[in-house]
T-cell receptor
Framework: EPEVTQTPSHQVTQMGQEVILRCVPI?????FYWYRQILGQKVEFLVS????????KSEIFDDQFSVERPDGSNFTLKIRSTKLEDSAMYFC????????????FGPGTRLLVL | AQSVTQPDIHITVSEGASLELRCNYS??????LFWYVQSPGQGLQLLLK??????LVQGIKGFEAEFKRSQSSFNLRKPSVHWSDAAEYFC????????????FGAGTILRVKS
């Protein structure tokens, strides 16, 4: 069964450093998402992406965040200057359809900012 | 604002016993409702979803959920729990123009005792 993959599984970085989290969505999917879960808190929507542009973003997704689909398979989330509060599990998801489609989630990248 | 409440943080049931996980949502429009399950080290896997029609929906792994508009609830049930069902369960509502921005509850951790 096709699945969403994410790399790395864990990343430790210093505050102020840039990080790039990578995702490979399911190959025929057109809609891509990032969510995050701070330890002990709910899974939160960050951004949705379609046709090489952001469809919707949450208030969390400020200028420090950016997303990109650099080639036909990868979908990345960049945090330009990490803060301690960016420490969280980041989930990538993809779907074939927009409103009615199931979102398939990857296993997540656990980011720790020191 | 849209929100999802899962009142039970932890639930323990005996193997073979029935299970009900509670979920209440707050959303002004017709909700798109989902239940996801997360096993350790895994991504979020969709168990079932409700968009419209029959208010009792069947999902994978023998799970079902019933949408009750009058109670703003979407409780997940399983008649006989297996040890492999031990995981964390998340209820979510799809919001936004296309219902593809998921708002999650805090999750319920299910422990199964033999």
């Amino acid at each position: 069964e096709p699945e969403v993959t994410q790399t790395p599984s864990h990343q430790v970085t210093q505050m102020g450093q840039e990080v790039i989290l990578r995702c490979v969505p399911i190959s025929n999917h057109l809609y891509f998402y990032w969510y995050r879960q701070i330890l002990g808190q709910k899974v939160e929507f960050l951004v949705s992406f379609y046709n090489n542009e952001i469809s919707e973003k949450s208030e969390i997704f400020d200028d420090q965040f950016s997303v990109e689909r650099p080639d036909g398979s990868n979908f990345t989330l960049k945090i330009r200057s990490t803060k301690l509060e960016d420490s969280a599990m980041y989930f990538c998801a993809s779907s074939a359809d927009q409103g009615w489609g199931t979102q398939y989630f990857g296993p997540g990248t656990r980011l720790l900012v020191l | 604002a849209q929100s999802v409440t899962q009142p039970d943080i932890h639930i323990t049931v005996s193997e073979g016993a029935s299970l009900e996980l509670r979920c209440n949502y707050s959303y002004g429009a017709t909700p798109y409702l989902f239940w996801y399950v997360q096993s350790p080290g895994q991504g979020l896997q969709l168990l079932l979803k409700y968009f419209s029609g029959d208010t009792l929906v069947q999902g994978i792994k023998g799970f079902e959920a019933e949408f009750k508009r009058s109670q703003s609830s979407f409780n997940l049930r399983k008649p006989s729990v297996h040890w492999s069902d031990a995981a964390e369960y998340f209820c979510a509502v799809g919001v936004g123009e296309y219902g593809n921005k998921l708002v999650f509850g805090a999750g319920t951790i299910l422990r199964v005792k033999s």
